[in-house]
Protein backbone atom coordinates (compact mmCIF):
# COMPACT_ATOMS: atom_id res chain seq x y z
CA UNK A 1 0.00 0.00 0.00
CA UNK A 2 3.20 2.29 0.96
CA UNK A 3 4.62 1.63 -2.53
CA UNK A 4 1.29 2.31 -4.26
CA UNK A 5 0.95 6.30 -3.07
CA UNK A 6 4.93 6.81 -3.99
CA UNK A 7 4.95 9.24 -6.70
CA UNK A 8 6.47 8.13 -10.02
CA UNK A 9 10.10 9.46 -10.71
CA UNK A 10 12.04 10.20 -13.80
CA UNK A 11 10.43 9.42 -17.10
CA UNK A 12 7.29 8.38 -15.72
CA UNK A 13 6.93 11.29 -13.76
CA UNK A 14 7.08 13.11 -16.98
CA UNK A 15 4.97 10.96 -18.81
CA UNK A 16 2.56 11.29 -15.87
CA UNK A 17 2.42 14.97 -16.44
CA UNK A 18 1.64 14.88 -19.90
CA UNK A 19 -1.14 12.31 -19.23
CA UNK A 20 -2.40 13.50 -16.50
CA UNK A 21 -1.18 16.10 -14.93
CA UNK A 22 -0.70 20.04 -15.65
CA UNK A 23 1.14 19.14 -19.14
CA UNK A 24 -1.65 17.71 -20.29
CA UNK A 25 -3.30 21.62 -20.87
CA UNK A 26 0.24 23.05 -22.03
CA UNK A 27 0.41 20.50 -24.55
CA UNK A 28 -3.35 21.47 -25.91
CA UNK A 29 -2.28 25.29 -25.99
CA UNK A 30 1.14 24.26 -27.65
CA UNK A 31 -1.35 22.30 -30.36
CA UNK A 32 -3.33 25.28 -30.46
CA UNK A 33 -0.55 27.72 -31.06
CA UNK A 34 1.15 25.72 -33.70
CA UNK A 35 -1.87 25.44 -35.55
CA UNK A 36 -2.36 29.33 -35.11
CA UNK A 37 1.34 29.94 -36.74
CA UNK A 38 0.84 27.86 -39.43
CA UNK A 39 -2.85 29.29 -40.38
CA UNK A 40 -1.10 32.79 -39.70
CA UNK A 41 1.83 32.53 -42.05
CA UNK A 42 -0.58 30.89 -45.15
CA UNK A 43 -3.04 33.45 -44.89
CA UNK A 44 -0.53 35.92 -44.82
CA UNK A 45 1.34 34.51 -48.19
CA UNK A 46 -1.95 34.25 -49.89
CA UNK A 47 -5.03 35.64 -48.50
CA UNK A 48 -3.65 39.48 -47.64
CA UNK A 49 -4.60 42.37 -50.24
CA UNK A 50 -3.46 45.82 -50.09
CA UNK A 51 -5.74 48.55 -48.55
CA UNK A 52 -9.11 48.78 -49.93
CA UNK A 53 -11.18 50.70 -47.14
CA UNK A 54 -11.22 54.08 -47.37
CA UNK A 55 -10.71 55.10 -43.60
CA UNK A 56 -7.16 52.79 -43.48
CA UNK A 57 -5.87 54.82 -46.31
CA UNK A 58 -7.20 57.85 -44.34
CA UNK A 59 -5.81 57.17 -41.21
CA UNK A 60 -2.35 55.71 -42.36
CA UNK A 61 -1.47 58.89 -44.15
CA UNK A 62 -2.60 61.00 -41.46
CA UNK A 63 -0.41 58.48 -39.07
CA UNK A 64 2.35 59.30 -41.50
CA UNK A 65 2.10 63.12 -41.31
CA UNK A 66 2.16 62.96 -37.67
CA UNK A 67 5.26 60.76 -37.55
CA UNK A 68 6.92 63.33 -39.81
CA UNK A 69 6.04 66.14 -37.94
CA UNK A 70 3.61 67.66 -39.96
CA UNK A 71 0.91 68.20 -37.31
CA UNK A 72 -2.55 66.45 -36.87
CA UNK A 73 -3.09 67.90 -41.07
CA UNK A 74 -3.83 65.77 -44.17
CA UNK A 75 -3.32 65.46 -47.61
CA UNK A 76 -7.25 64.69 -47.70
CA UNK A 77 -9.55 67.31 -48.42
CA UNK A 78 -13.05 67.35 -49.37
CA UNK A 79 -15.01 70.18 -50.62
CA UNK A 80 -17.01 69.87 -47.34
CA UNK A 81 -14.19 70.17 -44.89
CA UNK A 82 -12.79 72.70 -47.20
CA UNK A 83 -16.12 74.61 -46.25
CA UNK A 84 -16.25 73.81 -42.43
CA UNK A 85 -12.03 75.37 -42.41
CA UNK A 86 -12.56 77.64 -44.33
CA UNK A 87 -15.80 79.45 -42.68
CA UNK A 88 -13.96 79.21 -39.09
CA UNK A 89 -11.03 81.29 -40.68
CA UNK A 90 -13.02 83.69 -41.97
CA UNK A 91 -14.30 84.18 -38.68
CA UNK A 92 -11.25 84.41 -36.55
CA UNK A 93 -10.20 86.96 -39.38
CA UNK A 94 -7.84 84.32 -41.13
CA UNK A 95 -7.53 84.33 -44.69
CA UNK A 96 -9.89 80.97 -45.61
CA UNK A 97 -7.76 80.66 -48.52
CA UNK A 98 -5.47 78.84 -46.33
CA UNK A 99 -7.56 75.92 -45.81
CA UNK A 100 -5.97 75.05 -48.96
CA UNK A 101 -3.12 76.49 -49.34
CA UNK A 102 -1.68 75.89 -45.91
CA UNK A 103 -1.39 72.16 -44.34
CA UNK A 104 -5.37 71.31 -43.81
CA UNK A 105 -6.02 70.24 -40.22
CA UNK A 106 -7.56 66.93 -40.27
CA UNK A 107 -11.28 67.18 -39.38
CA UNK A 108 -12.76 64.03 -39.96
CA UNK A 109 -10.58 61.27 -37.72
CA UNK A 110 -10.91 60.83 -33.89
CA UNK A 111 -7.06 60.69 -32.36
CA UNK A 112 -5.83 57.47 -31.12
CA UNK A 113 -5.69 55.22 -34.06
CA UNK A 114 -3.80 57.32 -35.71
CA UNK A 115 -1.47 58.50 -33.52
CA UNK A 116 -0.74 54.81 -32.39
CA UNK A 117 0.62 54.76 -35.80
CA UNK A 118 2.31 57.51 -35.69
CA UNK A 119 4.37 56.19 -32.37
CA UNK A 120 4.90 53.03 -34.69
CA UNK A 121 5.91 54.92 -37.58
CA UNK A 122 8.13 56.90 -35.74
CA UNK A 123 10.14 54.04 -33.78
CA UNK A 124 10.68 52.25 -36.94
CA UNK A 125 13.06 52.67 -39.62
CA UNK A 126 11.70 55.43 -42.19
CA UNK A 127 13.07 53.03 -45.16
CA UNK A 128 10.49 50.40 -43.85
CA UNK A 129 7.73 53.02 -43.11
CA UNK A 130 8.10 54.66 -46.55
CA UNK A 131 9.71 52.28 -48.53
CA UNK A 132 7.50 51.59 -51.92
CA UNK A 133 7.08 47.36 -52.75
CA UNK A 134 8.90 45.80 -54.95
CA UNK A 135 7.00 44.25 -57.37
CA UNK A 136 2.72 44.57 -58.12
CA UNK A 137 2.59 41.16 -56.72
CA UNK A 138 3.98 42.27 -52.88
CA UNK A 139 2.34 44.80 -50.34
CA UNK A 140 3.31 48.03 -49.11
CA UNK A 141 6.19 47.48 -46.08
CA UNK A 142 3.99 50.03 -44.40
CA UNK A 143 0.71 48.10 -44.97
CA UNK A 144 2.01 45.09 -43.67
CA UNK A 145 3.65 47.19 -40.36
CA UNK A 146 0.11 47.98 -39.78
CA UNK A 147 -0.92 44.66 -40.13
CA UNK A 148 1.32 43.05 -37.88
CA UNK A 149 -0.23 46.15 -35.23
CA UNK A 150 -3.41 44.70 -35.40
CA UNK A 151 -2.74 41.02 -35.22
CA UNK A 152 -1.95 41.77 -31.74
CA UNK A 153 -5.39 43.20 -31.27
CA UNK A 154 -6.54 39.96 -32.72
CA UNK A 155 -4.61 37.84 -30.28
CA UNK A 156 -5.58 40.16 -27.70
CA UNK A 157 -8.89 40.03 -28.37
CA UNK A 158 -9.07 35.82 -28.66
CA UNK A 159 -7.09 35.86 -25.26
CA UNK A 160 -9.74 38.32 -23.64
CA UNK A 161 -12.63 35.80 -24.73
CA UNK A 162 -11.08 32.95 -23.50
CA UNK A 163 -10.35 34.68 -19.94
CA UNK A 164 -13.57 36.28 -19.89
CA UNK A 165 -15.73 33.16 -20.29
CA UNK A 166 -13.36 31.42 -17.76
CA UNK A 167 -13.88 33.73 -15.59
CA UNK A 168 -17.71 34.16 -15.20
CA UNK A 169 -19.08 31.23 -17.23
CA UNK A 170 -16.62 27.88 -17.87
CA UNK A 171 -13.23 26.99 -19.57
CA UNK A 172 -15.30 25.19 -22.02
CA UNK A 173 -17.19 28.48 -23.04
CA UNK A 174 -14.11 30.39 -23.09
CA UNK A 175 -11.76 28.52 -25.18
CA UNK A 176 -15.09 27.77 -27.55
CA UNK A 177 -15.71 31.52 -27.98
CA UNK A 178 -12.00 32.58 -28.89
CA UNK A 179 -11.73 29.28 -31.48
CA UNK A 180 -15.11 30.68 -33.35
CA UNK A 181 -13.50 34.03 -33.29
CA UNK A 182 -10.37 32.84 -34.27
CA UNK A 183 -11.87 30.77 -37.27
CA UNK A 184 -13.60 33.42 -38.86
CA UNK A 185 -11.90 34.29 -42.17
CA UNK A 186 -14.05 37.68 -41.77
CA UNK A 187 -11.97 38.67 -38.44
CA UNK A 188 -8.53 38.03 -40.55
CA UNK A 189 -9.46 40.35 -43.24
CA UNK A 190 -9.93 42.75 -40.60
CA UNK A 191 -6.19 41.67 -39.31
CA UNK A 192 -4.67 43.42 -42.87
CA UNK A 193 -7.29 45.98 -43.63
CA UNK A 194 -6.09 48.63 -41.93
CA UNK A 195 -8.84 49.46 -39.56
CA UNK A 196 -8.75 49.83 -35.78
CA UNK A 197 -11.94 47.51 -35.84
CA UNK A 198 -9.72 44.90 -33.47
CA UNK A 199 -9.12 47.36 -31.07
CA UNK A 200 -12.48 48.73 -30.72
CA UNK A 201 -12.75 44.93 -30.18
CA UNK A 202 -10.09 45.06 -27.49
CA UNK A 203 -11.77 47.45 -25.77
CA UNK A 204 -15.52 45.88 -25.71
CA UNK A 205 -14.02 43.12 -24.68
CA UNK A 206 -12.94 44.94 -21.71
CA UNK A 207 -15.76 46.99 -21.11
CA UNK A 208 -18.01 44.02 -20.50
CA UNK A 209 -15.31 42.21 -18.22
CA UNK A 210 -16.13 45.52 -16.43
CA UNK A 211 -19.22 45.39 -16.04
CA UNK A 212 -19.07 41.66 -14.86
CA UNK A 213 -17.26 43.37 -11.93
CA UNK A 214 -19.97 45.65 -11.35
CA UNK A 215 -22.48 42.88 -11.82
CA UNK A 216 -20.76 40.85 -9.72
CA UNK A 217 -19.95 43.42 -6.53
CA UNK A 218 -23.79 44.27 -6.58
CA UNK A 219 -24.86 40.44 -6.35
CA UNK A 220 -22.59 39.80 -3.66
CA UNK A 221 -23.47 43.37 -1.75
CA UNK A 222 -20.31 44.93 -2.10
CA UNK A 223 -21.31 48.35 -2.81
CA UNK A 224 -18.22 50.22 -2.40
CA UNK A 225 -16.11 51.78 -5.39
CA UNK A 226 -19.08 52.30 -7.68
CA UNK A 227 -18.18 55.82 -7.98
CA UNK A 228 -14.63 54.21 -9.18
CA UNK A 229 -15.84 51.49 -11.32
CA UNK A 230 -18.21 53.53 -13.30
CA UNK A 231 -15.83 56.11 -14.00
CA UNK A 232 -13.35 53.17 -15.35
CA UNK A 233 -16.30 52.31 -17.38
CA UNK A 234 -17.10 55.94 -18.71
CA UNK A 235 -13.42 56.58 -19.55
CA UNK A 236 -12.92 53.01 -21.74
CA UNK A 237 -15.80 54.42 -23.23
CA UNK A 238 -14.28 57.50 -23.70
CA UNK A 239 -11.14 55.81 -25.56
CA UNK A 240 -13.36 54.10 -27.68
CA UNK A 241 -14.78 57.21 -28.81
CA UNK A 242 -11.60 58.70 -29.62
CA UNK A 243 -10.62 55.54 -31.86
CA UNK A 244 -14.13 55.65 -33.53
CA UNK A 245 -16.57 58.59 -33.24
CA UNK A 246 -19.92 56.06 -33.32
CA UNK A 247 -18.92 54.16 -30.18
CA UNK A 248 -20.36 56.92 -28.29
CA UNK A 249 -23.67 55.35 -28.20
CA UNK A 250 -22.38 52.25 -26.20
CA UNK A 251 -23.24 54.77 -23.60
CA UNK A 252 -27.02 54.03 -23.56
CA UNK A 253 -26.91 50.45 -23.09
CA UNK A 254 -24.43 51.32 -20.48
CA UNK A 255 -25.82 53.39 -18.51
CA UNK A 256 -29.32 51.39 -18.76
CA UNK A 257 -27.88 48.50 -17.92
CA UNK A 258 -25.99 49.88 -14.75
CA UNK A 259 -28.89 51.44 -14.07
CA UNK A 260 -31.26 48.49 -13.37
CA UNK A 261 -28.49 46.65 -11.89
CA UNK A 262 -27.41 48.96 -9.00
CA UNK A 263 -31.37 49.65 -8.06
CA UNK A 264 -32.65 52.95 -7.42
CA UNK A 265 -31.25 54.18 -4.47
CA UNK A 266 -27.72 53.64 -5.97
CA UNK A 267 -28.38 54.43 -9.46
CA UNK A 268 -26.83 57.90 -9.69
CA UNK A 269 -23.83 56.63 -7.63
CA UNK A 270 -22.27 55.08 -10.71
CA UNK A 271 -24.19 56.63 -13.71
CA UNK A 272 -22.62 60.01 -12.84
CA UNK A 273 -19.07 59.15 -13.21
CA UNK A 274 -19.67 57.03 -16.41
CA UNK A 275 -21.14 60.41 -17.86
CA UNK A 276 -18.43 62.35 -16.21
CA UNK A 277 -15.67 59.91 -17.02
CA UNK A 278 -16.39 59.85 -20.53
CA UNK A 279 -17.01 63.98 -20.96
CA UNK A 280 -13.47 64.38 -19.24
CA UNK A 281 -11.63 62.09 -21.40
CA UNK A 282 -13.40 63.36 -24.73
CA UNK A 283 -14.27 67.31 -23.81
CA UNK A 284 -11.10 68.52 -24.84
CA UNK A 285 -10.73 66.75 -28.33
CA UNK A 286 -14.38 67.74 -28.99
CA UNK A 287 -13.56 71.35 -28.60
CA UNK A 288 -10.55 70.93 -30.30
CA UNK A 289 -12.48 69.86 -33.59
CA UNK A 290 -15.16 73.06 -32.75
CA UNK A 291 -12.51 74.99 -32.95
CA UNK A 292 -11.28 74.13 -36.25
CA UNK A 293 -14.42 73.60 -38.46
CA UNK A 294 -17.76 74.33 -36.13
CA UNK A 295 -18.95 71.31 -35.39
CA UNK A 296 -17.94 68.28 -32.45
CA UNK A 297 -17.06 65.90 -34.93
CA UNK A 298 -15.76 67.74 -37.50
CA UNK A 299 -17.11 66.03 -40.80
CA UNK A 300 -18.19 62.98 -39.12
CA UNK A 301 -20.95 65.47 -37.66
CA UNK A 302 -22.60 65.41 -40.60
CA UNK A 303 -22.79 61.40 -41.71
CA UNK A 304 -26.98 61.05 -40.77
CA UNK A 305 -27.35 63.36 -43.42
CA UNK A 306 -24.86 61.82 -46.07
CA UNK A 307 -26.72 59.40 -48.31
CA UNK A 308 -29.91 60.49 -48.03
CA UNK A 309 -32.41 61.64 -50.83
CA UNK A 310 -31.02 64.71 -51.16
CA UNK A 311 -27.53 64.04 -50.67
CA UNK A 312 -27.55 60.79 -52.31
CA UNK A 313 -23.96 58.99 -52.20
CA UNK A 314 -20.65 61.19 -51.97
CA UNK A 315 -22.89 63.98 -52.39
CA UNK A 316 -22.90 65.83 -49.52
CA UNK A 317 -18.69 65.18 -49.36
CA UNK A 318 -18.44 67.02 -52.58
CA UNK A 319 -20.79 69.86 -51.83
CA UNK A 320 -19.03 73.21 -51.46
CA UNK A 321 -22.88 75.37 -50.66
CA UNK A 322 -24.85 72.47 -49.56
CA UNK A 323 -28.84 72.94 -48.44
CA UNK A 324 -29.87 71.76 -45.20
CA UNK A 325 -33.35 71.68 -45.08
CA UNK A 326 -35.70 70.64 -42.02
CA UNK A 327 -36.89 67.67 -44.46
CA UNK A 328 -33.35 66.30 -43.75
CA UNK A 329 -34.19 65.28 -40.20
CA UNK A 330 -37.02 63.18 -41.85
CA UNK A 331 -34.75 62.27 -44.91
CA UNK A 332 -32.34 60.44 -42.07
CA UNK A 333 -34.96 58.84 -40.18
CA UNK A 334 -35.91 57.56 -43.54
CA UNK A 335 -32.28 56.31 -43.94
CA UNK A 336 -32.05 54.98 -40.72
CA UNK A 337 -35.26 52.66 -40.54
CA UNK A 338 -34.27 51.38 -44.31
CA UNK A 339 -30.61 50.54 -43.70
CA UNK A 340 -31.60 48.52 -40.20
CA UNK A 341 -33.85 46.66 -42.40
CA UNK A 342 -31.08 45.15 -44.48
CA UNK A 343 -28.96 44.99 -41.85
CA UNK A 344 -31.08 42.80 -39.91
CA UNK A 345 -31.90 40.47 -43.50
CA UNK A 346 -28.37 40.17 -44.32
CA UNK A 347 -25.76 41.15 -41.75
CA UNK A 348 -26.95 39.77 -38.11
CA UNK A 349 -27.69 36.42 -39.59
CA UNK A 350 -23.83 36.27 -40.64
CA UNK A 351 -22.55 38.43 -37.30
CA UNK A 352 -18.80 37.85 -37.36
CA UNK A 353 -18.54 36.22 -40.36
CA UNK A 354 -20.03 32.47 -39.91
CA UNK A 355 -23.41 30.75 -38.71
CA UNK A 356 -22.43 30.48 -34.95
CA UNK A 357 -24.14 33.66 -34.43
CA UNK A 358 -27.58 31.92 -34.99
CA UNK A 359 -26.79 31.18 -31.37
CA UNK A 360 -26.54 34.14 -30.24
CA UNK A 361 -29.34 35.21 -31.99
CA UNK A 362 -31.08 32.05 -30.05
CA UNK A 363 -29.67 32.70 -26.79
CA UNK A 364 -30.53 36.43 -26.83
CA UNK A 365 -34.52 35.45 -27.03
CA UNK A 366 -34.72 32.85 -24.37
CA UNK A 367 -33.75 33.23 -20.87
CA UNK A 368 -31.24 31.08 -19.75
CA UNK A 369 -32.56 30.77 -16.12
CA UNK A 370 -29.32 32.14 -14.13
CA UNK A 371 -29.40 35.78 -13.36
CA UNK A 372 -25.97 36.88 -14.60
CA UNK A 373 -26.42 35.24 -18.30
CA UNK A 374 -29.90 36.75 -17.87
CA UNK A 375 -28.33 39.99 -17.01
CA UNK A 376 -25.61 39.60 -20.10
CA UNK A 377 -28.19 38.57 -22.15
CA UNK A 378 -30.46 42.54 -21.78
CA UNK A 379 -27.26 44.09 -22.03
CA UNK A 380 -26.28 42.40 -25.29
CA UNK A 381 -29.55 42.45 -26.83
CA UNK A 382 -29.94 46.57 -25.85
CA UNK A 383 -26.12 46.75 -27.29
CA UNK A 384 -27.15 44.78 -30.38
CA UNK A 385 -30.38 47.29 -30.83
CA UNK A 386 -28.40 50.23 -30.42
CA UNK A 387 -25.86 49.31 -32.50
CA UNK A 388 -28.33 48.20 -35.59
CA UNK A 389 -29.86 51.96 -35.06
CA UNK A 390 -26.22 53.56 -35.17
CA UNK A 391 -24.89 51.92 -38.27
CA UNK A 392 -27.72 52.32 -40.43
CA UNK A 393 -27.79 56.24 -39.52
CA UNK A 394 -24.31 56.98 -40.34
CA UNK A 395 -24.04 54.48 -43.08
CA UNK A 396 -22.29 56.76 -45.70
CA UNK A 397 -20.60 56.05 -49.13
CA UNK A 398 -17.68 54.30 -47.44
CA UNK A 399 -19.46 51.73 -46.97
CA UNK A 400 -20.74 51.54 -51.08
CA UNK A 401 -16.89 51.62 -51.30
CA UNK A 402 -15.81 48.70 -49.58
CA UNK A 403 -18.87 47.07 -48.01
CA UNK A 404 -18.17 45.24 -44.72
CA UNK A 405 -14.12 46.27 -44.20
CA UNK A 406 -15.19 49.70 -43.08
CA UNK A 407 -15.21 51.18 -40.07
CA UNK A 408 -19.39 52.34 -40.30
CA UNK A 409 -19.52 47.96 -39.60
CA UNK A 410 -20.54 48.65 -35.54
CA UNK A 411 -21.46 44.98 -35.69
CA UNK A 412 -17.86 43.96 -36.67
CA UNK A 413 -16.23 44.66 -32.90
CA UNK A 414 -19.65 43.77 -31.23
CA UNK A 415 -19.04 40.04 -32.52
CA UNK A 416 -16.47 38.61 -30.41
CA UNK A 417 -18.57 39.15 -27.50
CA UNK A 418 -21.39 37.69 -29.20
CA UNK A 419 -19.32 34.71 -29.78
CA UNK A 420 -19.02 34.47 -26.01
CA UNK A 421 -22.54 34.59 -25.68
CA UNK A 422 -23.00 31.93 -28.66
CA UNK A 423 -20.77 29.53 -26.94
CA UNK A 424 -22.62 29.92 -23.63
CA UNK A 425 -25.88 28.85 -25.49
CA UNK A 426 -24.63 26.57 -27.48
CA UNK A 427 -23.08 24.37 -24.89
CA UNK A 428 -26.15 24.58 -22.95
CA UNK A 429 -27.67 23.31 -25.80
CA UNK A 430 -25.95 20.13 -25.97
CA UNK A 431 -26.72 19.25 -22.25
CA UNK A 432 -30.19 18.78 -23.20
CA UNK A 433 -28.62 15.70 -25.29
CA UNK A 434 -28.10 12.09 -24.11
CA UNK A 435 -24.12 11.30 -25.92
CA UNK A 436 -23.25 7.67 -25.86
CA UNK A 437 -20.00 8.76 -24.48
CA UNK A 438 -18.54 11.96 -23.23
CA UNK A 439 -16.23 12.64 -25.84
CA UNK A 440 -18.82 13.10 -28.33
CA UNK A 441 -19.92 16.01 -26.84
CA UNK A 442 -16.06 17.49 -27.34
CA UNK A 443 -16.49 16.04 -30.42
CA UNK A 444 -19.50 17.88 -31.76
CA UNK A 445 -17.68 21.27 -30.65
CA UNK A 446 -14.89 20.67 -32.53
CA UNK A 447 -17.03 20.30 -35.61
CA UNK A 448 -18.54 23.14 -35.13
CA UNK A 449 -15.47 24.57 -34.67
CA UNK A 450 -14.36 23.23 -38.23
CA UNK A 451 -17.64 23.88 -39.98
CA UNK A 452 -17.10 27.36 -39.00
CA UNK A 453 -13.98 27.83 -40.18
CA UNK A 454 -13.87 26.06 -43.72
CA UNK A 455 -14.31 29.46 -45.23
CA UNK A 456 -11.06 30.69 -43.92
CA UNK A 457 -9.36 26.89 -44.71
CA UNK A 458 -10.46 27.05 -48.31
CA UNK A 459 -9.23 30.75 -49.00
CA UNK A 460 -5.36 29.34 -48.27
CA UNK A 461 -6.06 26.07 -50.93
CA UNK A 462 -4.42 27.25 -54.19
CA UNK A 463 -4.62 29.31 -56.79
CA UNK A 464 -2.72 32.01 -55.12
CA UNK A 465 -5.23 35.47 -54.52
CA UNK A 466 -3.82 38.89 -56.33
CA UNK A 467 -2.69 41.10 -54.03
CA UNK A 468 -3.87 43.93 -55.13
CA UNK A 469 -7.27 45.77 -54.46
CA UNK A 470 -7.59 46.34 -58.00
CA UNK A 471 -9.79 48.39 -59.67
CA UNK A 472 -9.95 50.92 -58.84
CA UNK A 473 -6.80 50.85 -56.21
CA UNK A 474 -3.78 49.51 -58.67
CA UNK A 475 -0.59 51.05 -56.63
CA UNK A 476 2.22 51.03 -59.77
CA UNK A 477 -0.24 53.32 -61.78
CA UNK A 478 -0.66 55.68 -58.78
CA UNK A 479 2.67 55.55 -57.83
CA UNK A 480 4.03 56.15 -61.17
CA UNK A 481 1.61 59.31 -61.81
CA UNK A 482 2.43 60.79 -58.63
CA UNK A 483 5.86 60.56 -59.01
CA UNK A 484 5.56 62.75 -62.09
CA UNK A 485 4.21 65.57 -59.95
CA UNK A 486 6.97 67.80 -57.56
CA UNK A 487 6.68 68.09 -53.67
CA UNK A 488 3.95 70.22 -52.89
CA UNK A 489 1.80 69.62 -55.77
CA UNK A 490 -1.86 69.45 -55.70
CA UNK A 491 -4.49 66.75 -57.09
CA UNK A 492 -8.00 66.68 -57.43
CA UNK A 493 -9.13 63.57 -57.94
CA UNK A 494 -12.35 61.20 -57.52
CA UNK A 495 -10.09 58.52 -54.29
CA UNK A 496 -7.76 61.37 -52.87
CA UNK A 497 -7.12 58.87 -49.74
CA UNK A 498 -5.28 56.56 -52.32
CA UNK A 499 -3.35 59.75 -53.91
CA UNK A 500 -2.87 60.53 -50.35
CA UNK A 501 -1.29 56.96 -48.89
CA UNK A 502 0.65 55.67 -51.73
CA UNK A 503 1.03 58.83 -54.14
CA UNK A 504 1.76 61.69 -50.72
CA UNK A 505 0.07 64.41 -52.63
CA UNK A 506 -2.11 66.83 -51.72
CA UNK A 507 -5.51 65.72 -52.90
CA UNK A 508 -9.32 67.40 -52.78
CA UNK A 509 -12.24 65.11 -53.49
CA UNK A 510 -14.20 65.60 -57.32
CA UNK A 511 -16.49 69.20 -56.68
CA UNK A 512 -19.91 68.36 -58.15
CA UNK A 513 -19.55 70.93 -61.09
CA UNK A 514 -17.50 72.61 -63.53
CA UNK A 515 -17.92 75.93 -65.02
CA UNK A 516 -21.66 75.52 -64.89
CA UNK A 517 -22.29 77.11 -61.10
CA UNK A 518 -20.04 79.54 -59.38
CA UNK A 519 -21.43 77.60 -55.79
CA UNK A 520 -20.35 74.38 -56.53
CA UNK A 521 -17.47 74.44 -58.98
CA UNK A 522 -13.97 73.57 -59.85
CA UNK A 523 -12.63 76.80 -60.43
CA UNK A 524 -13.79 78.29 -57.47
CA UNK A 525 -11.33 76.26 -55.40
CA UNK A 526 -8.70 76.16 -58.57
CA UNK A 527 -8.90 80.02 -59.68
CA UNK A 528 -9.06 81.91 -55.94
CA UNK A 529 -7.79 79.20 -53.14
CA UNK A 530 -5.14 76.95 -54.67
CA UNK A 531 -4.50 75.79 -58.34
CA UNK A 532 -4.50 72.22 -59.16
CA UNK A 533 -1.64 71.19 -60.82
CA UNK A 534 -2.98 67.86 -61.91
CA UNK A 535 -6.76 65.91 -62.12
CA UNK A 536 -6.83 62.20 -61.87
CA UNK A 537 -9.97 60.37 -62.43
CA UNK A 538 -10.56 56.62 -62.13
CA UNK A 539 -12.71 53.50 -62.55
CA UNK A 540 -14.68 54.78 -59.09
CA UNK A 541 -15.55 57.48 -62.29
CA UNK A 542 -16.58 55.77 -64.75
CA UNK A 543 -17.06 52.15 -64.03
CA UNK A 544 -20.91 53.45 -63.13
CA UNK A 545 -24.24 52.83 -65.20
CA UNK A 546 -24.29 54.62 -68.62
CA UNK A 547 -27.58 55.71 -69.05
CA UNK A 548 -28.49 55.87 -64.54
CA UNK A 549 -25.18 57.74 -64.05
CA UNK A 550 -23.52 59.15 -66.96
CA UNK A 551 -26.35 60.64 -69.03
CA UNK A 552 -29.05 61.60 -66.56
CA UNK A 553 -27.02 62.47 -62.95
CA UNK A 554 -26.44 65.89 -62.90
CA UNK A 555 -23.75 65.12 -60.46
CA UNK A 556 -21.87 62.81 -62.91
CA UNK A 557 -20.15 65.72 -65.28
CA UNK A 558 -16.64 64.36 -64.51
CA UNK A 559 -17.72 60.71 -65.20
CA UNK A 560 -19.28 62.09 -68.71
CA UNK A 561 -15.74 64.41 -69.06
CA UNK A 562 -14.36 61.07 -69.06
CA UNK A 563 -16.26 59.27 -71.15
CA UNK A 564 -15.88 62.31 -74.02
CA UNK A 565 -12.17 62.41 -73.78
CA UNK A 566 -11.86 58.40 -74.14
CA UNK A 567 -14.38 58.63 -77.09
CA UNK A 568 -13.17 61.38 -78.87
CA UNK A 569 -9.67 60.98 -77.98
CA UNK A 570 -7.77 63.90 -76.02
CA UNK A 571 -11.05 66.19 -76.47
CA UNK A 572 -10.01 68.16 -73.46
CA UNK A 573 -12.99 71.32 -73.62
CA UNK A 574 -12.00 74.73 -74.04
CA UNK A 575 -11.05 76.75 -70.92
CA UNK A 576 -10.19 74.06 -68.88
CA UNK A 577 -6.80 74.97 -67.29
CA UNK A 578 -5.53 70.74 -67.23
CA UNK A 579 -4.32 70.63 -70.94
CA UNK A 580 -1.86 67.79 -71.16
CA UNK A 581 -3.04 64.57 -70.82
CA UNK A 582 -0.72 61.50 -69.94
CA UNK A 583 -1.00 58.13 -72.58
CA UNK A 584 -1.81 58.17 -76.46
CA UNK A 585 -5.27 59.05 -76.28
CA UNK A 586 -6.26 56.05 -73.87
CA UNK A 587 -6.56 56.51 -69.78
CA UNK A 588 -3.53 54.67 -68.66
CA UNK A 589 -4.53 51.53 -66.39
CA UNK A 590 -7.89 53.03 -66.47
CA UNK A 591 -6.27 56.50 -64.89
CA UNK A 592 -7.04 59.57 -67.02
CA UNK A 593 -4.27 61.66 -65.53
CA UNK A 594 -4.05 64.87 -67.11
CA UNK A 595 -2.14 67.99 -65.97
CA UNK A 596 -1.15 71.80 -66.12
CA UNK A 597 1.93 70.79 -67.68
CA UNK A 598 3.45 67.53 -69.21
CA UNK A 599 5.83 67.10 -66.39
CA UNK A 600 6.46 63.32 -67.51
CA UNK A 601 8.58 64.73 -70.47
CA UNK A 602 10.83 66.14 -67.71
CA UNK A 603 12.00 62.71 -66.36
CA UNK A 604 14.42 61.23 -68.11
CA UNK A 605 14.80 57.78 -69.16
Known amino acids: MKESNIAPRGIQHWIYVLEEGSGKVWVRRLVLILIGIVITGLFHLDGVKNFKSVEAMDQAQLAANLAEGRGYTTRVMTPAS ?32 PLSLA ?140 GFWVGPSRRWRILLPTIAGFLILTGPWMTRTWLRSGLPLGTATLAPISDTMT ?113 VSFRRALEVFEFPFELAKTLTQVAAVVLCSLPLFISLLPPKMPVMSSPPYYIPAIRQLAGYLPEGASVMTDMPWAMAWYGRRDSVLLTLRTGQDPKEDFFRIHDFQRPFNAMLLTPLTCDVPWRAELLASPDAVWGRFYMDYLLRRENIPAGFPLKYAFGDGFPYAGYLFIADRPYWRDVKP
Do not use: C
Open 311 to 423: FPGDRLERSQNPELKNELFKESWIKMVGNAESILREDVPRLGGNWFSAFLLVGLMLPLGNNRLNRFRWFLLSTLVTLILTQGLIRTHASTLSPGINSENLLAWFAPVGFLYAA
Open 119 to 258: ALFKVLPSSWVRAVESNPGSRPPAEIIVGAFNFVAFLLVAFGLHRLGRRWFSDGAGLLAALMFAGSKFNWELISSGLPTLWLGVLFVALVALMFVVEERVESGKLRGLSFWGAGIGALIGVAFLTVYSAWVLLLPVLLSL
Open 82 to 113: IRLVANRYLETGVDPALAVRAPHPDISNPPVY
